[in-house]
T-cell receptor, first 113, second 114 residues
Framework: DAKTTQPPSMDCAEGRAANLPCNHS???????VYWYRQIHSQGPQYIIH???NNETNEMASLIITEDRKSSTLILPHATLRDTAVYYC??????????????FGQGTTLQVKP | DGGITQSPKYLFRKEGQNVTLSCEQN?????MYWYRQDPGQGLRLIYY???????QKGDIAEGYSVSREKKESFPLTVTSAQKNPTAFYLC?????????????FGPGTRLTVL
């Protein structure tokens, strides 16, 4: 599975959009980009995933560049409850899939009033 | 309500004692996982199981053991051989298949060895 690089921390004003970047320059064709987040002292929570196209759900949007070497998670209107560590994970899905996720250190997002 | 439960939330043990952490899920998921998290770090995979009566070592299995006698249960034993067992332990489960499989996490057990 490809390695990801994320900034260690970011701040965002409450009500504004939070844009969290992730670099995955060694991603291969069958690898998906997943985002999870972990609020302090809780288990991680799935947010969104994508392969090539941009994706949107009730929590966030995922923008993947055309070359797939980087992506951005967008929280459109950040609230104080969005303060968490956000993990970008690249993983292949297919017949060899063991379901394992490899977590890096993630980005700590601090939403400020 | 469907979900994953871990118990207890906080656990204290004396050095040299084995301790077993519970993980139960009622999501009918085939796969279950155990992760360890140290302060300020990401999660590291200890063991995982894709089917009953079968499990595989993850990246940091030394000093740990697991069993998978029932689909809904995947207990983790932290043995006295684990040199630094104080950590936050997280259990997760997912369906298995060729499509993506979101992992659902439990609330975690914070183990402190005194």
């Amino acid at each position: 599975d490809a390695k990801t690089t994320q900034p260690p921390s970011m701040d965002c004003a409450e009500g504004r959009a939070a844009n969290l970047p992730c670099n995955h320059s060694t991603i291969s064709g069958n690898e998906y980009v997943y985002w999870y987040r972990q609020i302090h002292s809780q288990g991680p929570q799935y947010i969104i995933h994508g392969l090539k196209n941009n994706e949107t759900n009730e929590m966030a949007s995922l923008i993947i560049t055309e070359d797939r070497k980087s992506s951005t998670l967008i929280l459109p209107h950040a609230t104080l409850r969005d303060t968490a560590v956000y993990y970008c994970i690249v993983r292949s899905d297919g017949s060899s899939n063991t379901g394992k996720l490899i977590f890096g250190q993630g980005t700590t997002l601090q939403v400020k009033p | 309500d469907g979900g994953i439960t871990q118990s207890p939330k906080y656990l204290f043990r004396k050095e040299g004692q084995n301790v077993t952490l519970s993980c139960e899920q009622n999501l009918n998921h085939d796969a279950m996982y155990w992760y360890r998290q140290d302060p300020g770090q990401g999660l590291r995979l200890i063991y995982y199981s894709q089917i009953v009566n079968d499990f595989q070592k993850g990246d940091i299995a030394e000093g740990y053991s697991v069993s998978r006698e029932k689909k809904e249960s995947f207990p983790l034993t932290v043995t006295s051989a684990q040199k630094n067992p104080t950590a936050f332990y997280l259990c997760a489960s997912s369906i298995m298949g060729l499509v993506y499989n979101e992992q659902f996490f439990g609330p975690g057990t914070r183990l402190t060895v005194l």
